[in-house]
């Protein structure tokens, strides 16, 4: 098995692949070589669910719903990123380690964090 490297931006991801995999093959959605497969995530995979998709009474704005505080917040795929977020999904199933290299910041640690 392989070990799957997840890049926050696709320019990291070719600089690591450089150092660590330098004959890897470009597969257009991740680089592949013989111990590691590279990808990344090209900005948000996942957002929040609109206020609608918790409540039907929410598809019409009212001040008196607010603050709308869901019991547990809804993470739904990001239609813009979603073929990348699908390519991370197949690629995870085949390798058996996974590296978190997305940036030190808050967000690129959340991306590592998610279940």
């Known amino acids: 098995m392989k070990t799957l490297i997840i890049a926050e931006k ?15 093959k470009n ?7 013989e111990q590691y497969i590279i990808t990344w995530a090209i900005g948000h995979l996942i957002e ?4 609608d998709q918790y409540d039907d009474k929410y598809k019409k704005w009212n001040i008196n719903h607010l603050p709308i505080i869901p019991t547990e917040f809804k993470l739904i795929p990001n239609p813009r990123t979603y073929d990348q977020l699908k390519v991370i999904a197949e690629l995870a199933k085949k390798c058996d380690q996974l590296v978190n290299a997305c940036d030190a910041g808050r967000e690129g640690q959340q991306m590592g964090s998610r279940q």
């Open 27 to 33: 597969m257009r959605s991740h680089l592949e070589g």
């Open 10 to 24: 696709p320019d990291m991801g070719r600089n690591i692949a450089a150092a660590i995999e330098p004959k890897a």
């Open 48 to 51: 929040l669910a609109e206020p």
